[in-house]
């Protein structure tokens, strides 16, 4: 085991000679603006505030509270939400791509080592946050993306399915049949499903007792979406990223705008600069919405939800009922609950 560390150590550090990146490790953190902070021991949360996110907590917390890893902690928790048919933004049983064909995208973070895997368009294999996991640590790249990641994950033994459940291909079928009035398919005569294409993803980020921080994003991606379009899911800074010195922070909605902002980066920067987790996911939506020139140009949503290394939670979404707040699943020694978060623009 050790020498394989050496080898990946000696790979990655080798490949860094060549860019003068070798001096990167030698220079002190520096931290402007932040307050002294307080570790208040393990805790794990999730997106899915009102969607099954205590069940994944509950699995994530059994890890963390008997003294595993962060890392090991937000795997487990996601697999409860990839391999649930009942979700259709994640994994098995997510929606498909304009074809009908599921397609997966998922990135891991690994704050204490600072090392970062993903996987994007990834098809037939129920758990990509797990193939990312493995991209990280058993690879010296970070991004496998369609049919070799695909090859990889059968490398590393994981088995293929058909992710299409019979309720995602219903779902699917009405939206193609409603999708043109000009070409051959027709919806059944009482159907009202419309043109909807919902969106959806999961984002778990959580701290160990060593006070380590470790990051999943996983999702199914937009709905109908082009075959092979990738999201912000699985690039790391946009749907997902952390920083063991500061915190955490992932993005679920329009992948496309989270991707032109950096946003996860661009939070975990915001608390690095001082900010609360929660004023650092509304800057960001703020960010998005002024690139559009303000609110009446907006019509997609976005929402972050952030930690920081003492545990502090935050979560913004750019648009939504005030009645209905954007919300974070949250457990740790004083149980579950729910943590809720603030909407940019109230409908
Ligand atoms: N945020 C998920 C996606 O756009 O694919």
Redesign the pocket.
Known sequence: MKDKISRRNFLKHSAGIGLGASFLGKFPYIITGRKKTYFQGPIIINSHGRRGGAEANKVGWEILSSGGSALDAVEKATNVVETNPEDT?VGYGGLPNYEGVVEL?ASVVDGKSYNMGAVGALRNIKTPCSVARLVMERTDHIFLVGEGALRFAKMHGFKEYNLLTEKARKIWLRWKEHLNDNDDYFPPADDDYGLKRP???INVLAIDKNGDIAGI?S????AF?VPG?????PIIGA?LYVDNNVGAAG??????E?IKVCGSFLVVENMRNGMSPQKACEDVCHRIINNYGGPQNVKFN?KFIAINKNGEIGCAAIRGRKERPPTVAVRDANGERTYKGKYIIEV
């Open positions: 933004s995208d969106t959806g993803t994003t999702t199914s991606g937009l979406k379009r990738v999201g912000d899911s749907g993005a679920t909605g329009r992948g496309e989270v976005d």
